[in-house]
C-alpha cells in the first residue's frame, strides 16, 4: 500500500521509540540517549543506543540502526506498510492511501531496476571489457583494488553511442524509461542513445540503498570532467549525499560526518578506516544535505582542499546563516592536497589529525575576514571589527554570538561592548559601514520607536542601577529591538565593564 506521506509523518512524531523497544527488550535512560539490550543480536551488556528525540537507534555490537519503522520492520518481520499499519494503530492515526504515490511507487521500482541493471553492465564491462583497458589502468592508478570495485560498485561506460541502450533493451527496458531515469538522451531523429561514454561510473545510492543515478569522470577526450545523472524522478542532486548510505551507521557510532568535495575523497576515506565521509553530488552543501547529516549526528566537518579553491567551497552556501542546531566545523588540509591525495600518499593519519582538530565554520570566516585587513592600523582594524560583527550576526544563537564577540575583542583590541552594538545592527539589516547617525544624531520628532522602546529603555536604566539583584542576569543587545536601545546598549554595557555588582556608575 501507499499511503499519504503526511500521514506517515504523522505516525512517526506520534510513536516514541524509547517505549516501542521497551515492550521487546530491556532499556535504561541515561540523559537524552537511552541504552538497550540488543534484541537483534545475543548479548548481556546493553549496547543498542536509542535518541527518542530524533527516534533513531543504533547497535554498537552488531550495527543495526535505523528509525521506528525499521524497528517495527526488524523486530515484527513486516514490510515497511506492514510497520506503518502496526504504529498507525497503536497511534490511533487513520491511513489514507494516495493513488498518486502508489503510481510514484512503480515507477520509482522500474527507475530504480533500470539504474541497478546499468550499474551491473558498467561494472561487468570494467572488470572484463577489451576496451576498458584504460579505465582499468585509471582505476590501479588509484590504489583500488578488485575489493574496492566490488564494495563501491565502480564501472565503465564504453565509448560507443548505443550499448547501454542496446542492453537495455534486451533485458524490457523501454527507451522512455531510459530516458526518465537520466540513461540515455533522446536524439533530433527521436532515438536514444547513451548519456555516459567513455567514463567511469560511480554509482550513488539513496538512503535506502537504492541506485538512483551515477557520477561520471571522463577518461580521454572533450566534454566536462564529471556528468552526474540529471534530475529525475528518483535522483535529486540537493537532497543526495554519495556515501551515506554505507556511512550512516558509522556518522552513528562516532558521531560526527566528513562532507568532502569528490567521490574519490569519499573511497579514499573508507578505505583509510574512516567510514563517516560522504560528497555532494555535483552541487554545493546546501540545507537539504545538512537535514540528511542531522538525522544522525549534530557534528559535520568540512574536509576540502586548503587553497583558495577548497576554502571557498567550505564557505559557499553559508552567506546568509549558519545552522545553530549543528556543530558545523572545518578540517583544514595541506595545501593544494585533497583527502584523497593525503590517503593516496600514505598519510591517512594527518588526514585523521585534521579531523580531529577540526575549527568551527564560523571562526574560519572571522579569521578570514580578518585576514583581510592590517589590523594595525586604526581605519582598517575598524573596517574589520565591522566585517566580522557581521558574519558573527550570522549565527542564530545569542551566547554563541557573544563568544564570539569576544574572540574578536581578544583579535582586535576592540571593547566587546562595541562589537556587540555592532552585530546587533547587522541582525537588523542595518549596515555598520553606511550608519550616518553616530555624528548627526537627528531631531527627537525624528526618531521612530518600536512598541518595544518603553519596555527597554526601563532595561537600560535597570543595567544603570547595577544591582546586586541583576547579576544572574546575562544581558545581550540581542534583546534590543528598537535603534536607540541598541545604540544605547555599548555604552551602558561599557559602562559597568569591571564594576561590582551594586556599585553605580559615573555618568
Request: aromatic residues 6%; glycine residues 8%.
Amino acid at each position: 500500500m501507499a499511503y499519504s506521506r503526511d500521514d506517515i509523518d504523522t505516525v512517526r512524531d506520534r510513536t516514541d521509540l524509547v517505549e516501542l523497544a521497551a515492550e521487546v527488550t530491556k532499556i535504561k535512560r541515561s540523559g537524552r540517549s537511552t541504552m538497550a539490550v540488543c534484541p537483534f543480536h545475543s548479548e548481556k551488556t546493553p549496547s543498542l543506543s536509542i535518541d527518542g528525540a530524533r527516534g533513531l537507534y543504533h547497535c554498537f555490537g552488531c550495527g543495526k540502526s535505523g528509525d521506528v519503522f525499521r524497528w517495527v520492520q526488524e523486530t515484527q518481520n513486516v514490510d515497511f506498510a506492514g510497520a506503518v499499519e502496526l504504529l498507525a494503530r497503536r497511534a490511533g492515526v487513520t491511513l489514507t492511501i494516495d493513488p498518486a504515490a502508489a503510481k510514484r511507487r512503480s515507477e520509482r521500482e522500474r527507475l530504480v531496476e533500470a539504474t541497478s541493471i546499468a550499474v551491473e553492465f558498467y561494472t561487468d564491462r570494467l572488470k572484463s571489457g577489451d576496451d576498458a583497458g584504460s579505465a582499468r589502468a585509471y582505476i590501479r592508478s588509484r590504489g583500488y583494488e578488485s575489493d574496492v570495485v566490488d564494495q563501491f560498485s565502480l564501472g565503465y561506460s564504453p565509448d560507443g553511442w548505443e550499448e547501454l541502450v542496446h542492453h537495455l533493451r534486451d533485458r524490457g527496458v523501454k527507451d522512455e524509461m531510459m530516458k526518465r531515469a537520466g540513461l540515455a538522451s533522446a536524439t533530433k531523429r527521436g532515438g536514444v542513445v547513451d548519456r555516459f561514454r567513455g567514463r567511469i561510473m560511480f554509482p550513488i545510492y539513496d538512503l535506502r540503498g537504492d541506485t538512483v543515478g551515477f557520477g561520471a569522470r571522463v577518461l580521454d577526450g572533450d566534454g566536462p570532467k564529471y556528468l552526474n545523472t540529471p534530475e529525475t524522478p528518483i535522483y535529486h542532486k540537493s537532497r543526495l549525499l554519495y556515501g551515506l548510505n554505507w556511512a550512516k551507521s558509522d556518522i552513528v557510532r562516532q558521531n560526527h560526518s566528513v562532507v568532502v568535495e569528490g567521490y574519490t575523497d569519499v573511497i579514499a576515506m573508507h578505505t583509510a578506516d574512516m567510514p563517516v565521509a560522504v560528497a555532494t553530488c555535483g552541487t554545493a552543501l546546501g540545507e537539504d544535505h545538512l537535514d540528511l547529516l542531522r538525522r544522525f549526528s549534530e557534528t559535520v566537518v568540512l574536509a576540502f582542499d586548503a587553497d583558495e579553491a577548497g576554502v571557498g567551497a567550505a564557505l559557499r552556501g553559508f552567506e546568509r546563516s549558519v545552522p545553530g542546531d549543528l556543530d558545523l566545523r572545518v578540517a583544514q588540509l595541506p595545501e593544494g592536497r585533497d583527502p584523497a591525495d593525503v590517503v593516496q600518499a600514505g598519510d591517512a593519519s594527518l588526514l585523521r589529525s585534521a579531523v580531529d582538530e577540526s575549527v568551527p565554520l564560523l571562526q574560519l570566516r572571522i579569521d578570514a575576514e580578518l585576514a583581510r585587513f592590517d589590523l594595525d592600523e586604526s581605519e582598517a582594524r575598524s573596517r574589520a571589527v565591522e566585517a566580522a560583527a557581521a558574519v558573527i550576526a550570522l549565527h542564530p544563537d545569542a551566547p554563541t554570538r557573544r563568544d564570539y564577540a569576544r574572540f574578536v575583542s581578544r583579535m582586535t583590541g576592540t571593547d566587546s561592548a562595541t562589537i556587540e552594538g555592532l552585530i546587533g545592527k547587522a541582525l537588523r539589516g542595518q549596515s555598520p559601514q553606511t550608519d550616518q547617525s553616530r555624528d548627526t544624531p537627528p531631531e527627537p520628532s525624528e526618531l521612530q520607536h518600536t512598541k518595544q522602546f518603553p519596555f527597554e529603555l526601563e532595561l537600560l536604566r535597570a543595567m544603570l542601577v547595577n544591582d546586586k539583584r541583576l547579576v544572574s542576569l546575562d544581558f545581550d543587545v540581542s534583546l534590543f529591538s528598537d535603534p536607540q536601545t541598541i545604540e544605547a546598549f555599548p555604552t551602558v554595557a561599557g559602562l559597568l565593564e569591571g564594576l561590582d555588582a551594586g556599585t553605580v556608575p559615573e555618568l
